[in-house]
């Protein structure tokens, strides 16, 4: 089991958050698991990467993490590291790797301060060309959110060149495994300007 950190009422709350984002897998095997398959080497031994081109994994949903798996097992998702590496898992070894990673705690990926036009896009978005408030789906703080069988994504304190990588290949099609292709609609509207404030701005949250 993993221990909690929080304290005080709010611990039953907390702890629903943390059960239901790290899903059915086991945290303690999955501990195991990422260390002999080597994720740790590039992720973080907890989850935390040290290279801005790799995104951290801790306290990120467990199911968006299997989720990406099987989308580069698939090939509905494509890098050539990770379309390897993803080949031989199997789903009981996802779910374990996944559970870890989801139950470790997300260090923030740069002190840099955002603008203020990518903190607004972020919470209200831009109605004129139709950019919906990355926060309405995302969750307050970037945290992410997992709501009628759809998983958004942690993005906040993720590294900033990471996120910097995926809006573009969003914007450019070569990733196109959101649901109905939203994140490919959404990074099109984005300038190349703001990808780069946004991504800041969700780095320093
Ligand atoms: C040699 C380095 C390396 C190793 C080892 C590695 N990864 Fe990755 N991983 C990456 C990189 C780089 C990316 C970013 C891919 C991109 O830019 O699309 C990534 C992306 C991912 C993603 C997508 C995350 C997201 O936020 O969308 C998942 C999930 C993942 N890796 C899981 C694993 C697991 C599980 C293992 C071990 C079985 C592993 N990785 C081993 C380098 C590595
Ligand atoms: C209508 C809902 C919705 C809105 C609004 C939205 N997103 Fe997303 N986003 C998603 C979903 C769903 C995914 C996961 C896609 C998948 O499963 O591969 C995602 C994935 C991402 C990722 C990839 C994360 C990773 O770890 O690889 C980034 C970065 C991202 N969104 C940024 C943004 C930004 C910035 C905004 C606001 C400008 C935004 N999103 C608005 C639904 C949304």
Request: charged share 25%; net charge negative.
């Amino acid at each position: 089991m993993f221990a909690l950190l929080v304290s005080g009422k709010s611990v039953a709350a907390e702890d629903d958050v943390i059960m239901q984002r790290i899903g059915s897998g086991d945290p303690a095997t999955g501990r195991e698991t990422s260390e002999s398959e080597r994720c740790q080497e590039c992720h973080g031994q907890d989850g935390n990467s040290d290279d801005g081109r790799i995104p951290s994994h801790a306290g990120q949903y467990a199911g968006y993490l299997i989720k990406q798996l099987r989308d580069f097992q698939s090939g509905a998702r494509k890098h050539p590291v990770m379309s390897v590496i993803a080949e031989d898992l199997s789903e009981a070894d996802m779910a374990d790797i996944a559970a870890y990673f989801a139950s470790q705690k997300r260090r923030q990926g740069s002190s840099e301060a955002g603008s203020v036009a990518a903190s607004n896009l972020f919470s209200s978005g831009d109605q004129v060309r139709a950019i919906e408030a990355c926060a309405n789906c995302h969750g307050e703080g970037g945290k992410g959110r997992s709501a009628d069988n759809v998983i958004y994504p942690a993005i906040g304190g993720q590294h900033k060149t990471y996120l910097s990588v995926q809006l573009v290949n969003w914007k450019l099609g070569e990733r196109s495994n959101s649901p109905d292709g939203v994140m490919n609609r959404i990074a099109k509207a984005l300038t190349d300007d703001e990808i780069e404030a946004l991504s800041t701005y969700l780095s320093g949250l």
